[in-house]
């Protein structure tokens, strides 16, 4: 055992090593006032290349390529089916699920730092910060779920249909709630605040970059405590609203938490490959260290146990009680063929990462630590497809513009970060607590 | 260890402990603890009043197998959650819930999870303190004045004399040359003993064996006939303070806790004139047609069944044979009280009035409890009426019925 613990970290070193003497190569933008390719002193006696600049640049015009064109194809895709884009409506309602858990994810992860005045993340935390800041990507990304709603089209919900909701009683009797007008007005609310918060954020740490002046950090922890109340609702009834209404027949009160689960697991996912890209364009690659890592590893570890405890929290009330009103929702997922989704998702979301992700070698190891990453967004991908699907889907079929359209929306956020992130600092440079972040050690 | 051969009934001279060396920074000792690393010392340990980070690879300590007892322990939890189960489930209890299979996983993940965290934290606490040495009742150190500061603001470290390659003057030389603030020779501890405190151990003897009690008693009475009535620990539903039925009362004059109704009074809806209606009478026999507030249709009929399925089908049976499922488990049991339910579907039943068989449902025959306050009235008629079509089904003949019944033409 002790062998292979110092030959990961031999293979640690080794990687810093190599891809210092490569940021020399990337091209200075000509908005930023720095040098991209300069190495920025972060405290005395360290210093490491903090610029994105071109490669930003670069990785904006890559991703919002793939996600317009992506777009445009699972829209044809769907065209071409004929079902009057009911089918690409659900399918592109699963890949928004999973945009919205990446960006909302990580607007809690920001705020969560910020409450509880936390150290060893601050070298991770400006990619938090540009990555929240999609709020109002996604927004724009939600029109094509919320506007024909408000059309009174019932492509994915029941509800919004004015004809099949006279024919309803329950669809009647919760109509006061699930109508379109509150609808929009209610997923106007929620991006607003998550535009603001993020915007806050990221606003307040730039400032930071700027001026230095660490008075700042206190007002933003006092903002974290009622914002993070606020979220928790925002998320609780977006979730509700834009997932569990799929079915407006079935209620779950946990639903808010699951959902948040698959939020904070698509953080850890999406930070950890962030990181792995930014260290082999040579950006970062002093500032995070196996360290950090190892650390995020955990936090990913811990929420696909989470995942499963609220998962099965759900499960276990509903099977127990067995009242119809309820157990139908899990009757269709475990009939025509959803039943062995289920089970793909409790073996692939749970056992095999839980087991996978409990040695603290493959953690502090970036290549392992990366497959985990991918697998785990896979596995959200597949829960999100697993609750809105049954909707549509009698039987699970796995259509060509499912692929399309999560590859556009996670593009589309790509690029969101990669705009915001190419002509700022890549970590606070100037936050008081970065010493000891840089410094950070598990052991 | 060095310490285990101290002899603290013979103080004397004591031998040399190993060299403590004092710094004034979690750097000091850091860079120090790397130089005693690099010299091969395997029996040296260092004193932090925090947890200084990156130590563990300054001293060179290998990773831990903590974690693989830790997770041998979560897995035999998780075994015997499931083999606890499976077994009471299966075997030892068998208990129908709403239908659920006898060994349903579900139901049993709960469990299965806490065993799970369970083992793993008992085992994570106890198998650290003993890879740790621990608990460890003296140690030379505690007779070093200075060593007190390792709990405030000073980093030692303290290598052994039992270390092989211990020798005091090279050894002292390589302390001194890490920058120490200062370095003492600390000698073997000839007063105090490195054992358990005696109370300690007799302490824990006596609780536990003070805790086996209750199983002990649990077990006994498993096993032993009492005829005292149970302790019952909480009371509340012994002696509640309310006056029962047939019991005296002082308040009133008669001293009756159940009052009579005041007299030439009726309740509302307790008239009952209607002697064929409320007990089936009729000219001073027993009503051999049914009362005209019996409406002899579809409904009643459906009424009666309905009720008979719930009242009387557990001892007679769905076809009133006597053969109901508590009549079987009775006779399974081959319980010597038990008094077979009667076969409804016997001649002399035909042939009783229905006031006659309105009133055994009403008042109940041999073992056959009355229920007259259980089903209102017109239900029992309805019951009545529908024994009649069952008698009359039972005595009927196949012949003269269309082949799709199963009669023959």
Known sequence: MATAKKSSKGKGGSDKKDEAPRSAESKPSSKARVDDAALQTLVPGFSDNVRLGGEGSALFVKAAGVAVISLGIAGAMGASVGDDFRRFSHSYLVAFAVGLAVSAGFLYWVTLQHLVNSHWSVVLRRIAEVFAANAPVLFVLSLPIVLPVLGGQGLIYDWADHAKVEADHLLHHKAPYLNPTFFAIRIVFYFGFWTLLSRYYLKGSLRLDETGGAEIIPSMRRVAGPAMILFALTLTFAAVDFLMSVDAHWFSTIFGVYFFASCVICVHAVLTLSLIWLQGKGRLAKSVTVEHYHDVGKMLFAFTVFWAYVGFSQFMLIWYANVPEETAWFKERFAHGWGDVSWALLFGHFVFPFFGLLSRHIKRNKKTLAFFAVWMLAMVYLDMYWLVMPNVNETPDFHLMDAFNVLGILSALVAGAAQRAKGINLLPTKDPRLARSLAFENI | ?409
């Open chain 2, 1 to 409: 260890m060095s310490h285990d051969e101290k002899t603290p009934e013979t103080p004397g001279p004591a031998a040399l402990h190993g060299l403590l060396a004092e710094y004034d920074t979690p750097g000091a000792i850091l860079a120090a603890s790397q130089k005693i690393r690099d010299a091969g010392y395997s029996r040296w340990d260092t004193f932090t009043p925090f947890p200084v980070h990156g130590i563990d690879k300054a001293m060179g300590i290998k990773m831990t197998v903590l974690p693989w007892i830790v997770l041998g322990a979560g897995l035999s939890g998780l075994a015997t959650a499931i083999a606890l189960q499976w077994w009471t489930n299966t075997f030892d209890y068998k208990w129908l819930i709403s239908g659920k299979p006898f060994f349903s996983i579900p139901a049993n993940v709960p469990i299965m999870f806490e065993l799970t965290v369970l083992f793993a934290g008992i085992t994570a606490l106890v198998a650290m303190l003993v890879l740790n040495n621990l608990p460890l009742p003296s140690h030379p150190l505690d007779f070093v004045r200075r060593f007190a500061r390792s709990t405030d603001d000073r980093f030692f470290l303290l290598i052994e004399a039992a270390d092989p390659k211990f020798d005091e003057d090279s050894t002292k030389a390589l302390l001194e040359g890490t920058h120490p603030a200062a370095v003492e020779a600390v000698k073997e501890d000839n007063v105090t003993s490195n054992k358990l405190p005696k109370i300690l151990i007799y302490g824990v003897v006596i609780m536990t064996v003070i805790a086996t009690v209750p199983f002990a008693l649990a077990a006994k009475a498993r096993h032993a006939v009492s005829k005292s009535s149970r302790i019952h620990a909480v009371q509340d539903m012994d002696s509640q303070p309310k006056y029962k039925a047939q019991r005296a009362n002082p308040v009133y004059k008669d001293g009756r806790a159940t009052r009579l109704p005041d007299e030439n009074t009726v309740a509302v809806g307790e008239l009952k004139e209607d002697a064929h209606f409320f007990r089936g009478k009729m000219n001073g026999g027993w009503a051999r047609t049914f009362p005209p507030q019996v409406r002899l249709e579809d409904a009643t009929m459906k009424r009666g069944q309905e009720r008979f399925g719930i009242y009387c089908t557990p001892c007679h049976g769905e076809g009133g044979e006597g053969n109901g499922m508590v009549a079987k488990r009775a006779e399974e049991l081959q319980q010597g009280t038990w008094v077979p339910p009667t076969n409804l579907t016997q001649d002399y039943l035909r042939q009783m009035a229905v006031g006659e068989l309105f009133n055994t449902i009403s008042n109940g025959v041999r073992n056959m409890p009355a229920y007259g306050p259980q089903i209102a009235t017109a239900d029992r008629w309805a019951i009545v009426m529908y024994l009649r079509a069952l008698q009359r089904g039972h005595a009927s003949k196949t012949a003269g019925l269309p082949p799709a019944t199963g009669g023959t033409n």
